[in-house]
């Protein structure tokens, strides 16, 4: 599985932003899909997921701010970033769980500044 992150950028507090993440290959074997993000000297985290059947999960710091969804059709899963703050700074990651591993994909940079 391969997996391409795109849409990051340099938005104002307040802001809006869409990341999104293209899904390749063996695209079947794929569980959940999930968002991380790491700011500068902090660990990599998970902030949402989204499994087979749509379920979601956020962690607290991003709950009511942040909607994970995905397009089976097109291999793609979103992460629709509102309401954002400085705090939200960070290299964000996309990953796809199957059962015998995790993927990554590239990380896209997400700054939040005036």
């Known amino acids: 599985v391969q997996l391409q992150a795109s849409g990051g950028g340099l938005v104002q507090p307040g802001g809006s932003l869409r990341l999104s993440c293209a899904a390749s290959?063996?695209?079947?074997?794929?569980?959940?899909m999930r968002w991380y993000r790491q700011a500068p000297g902090k660990e990599r985290d998970m902030i949402a997921q989204i499994d087979t059947h749509g379920t979601t999960f956020y962690d607290n710091s991003v709950k009511g701010r942040f909607t994970i969804s995905r397009d089976s059709a097109k291999h793609t899963t979103y992460l629709e970033m509102n309401s954002l703050k400085p705090e939200d700074t960070a290299v964000y990651y996309c990953?796809?769980?199957?059962?015998?591993?995790?993927?990554w994909g590239q990380g896209t940079q997400v700054t939040v500044s005036s």
């Open positions: 990953a796809a769980r199957s059962r015998e591993r995790n993927y």
């Open positions: 290959g063996n695209t079947v074997t794929i569980i959940y």
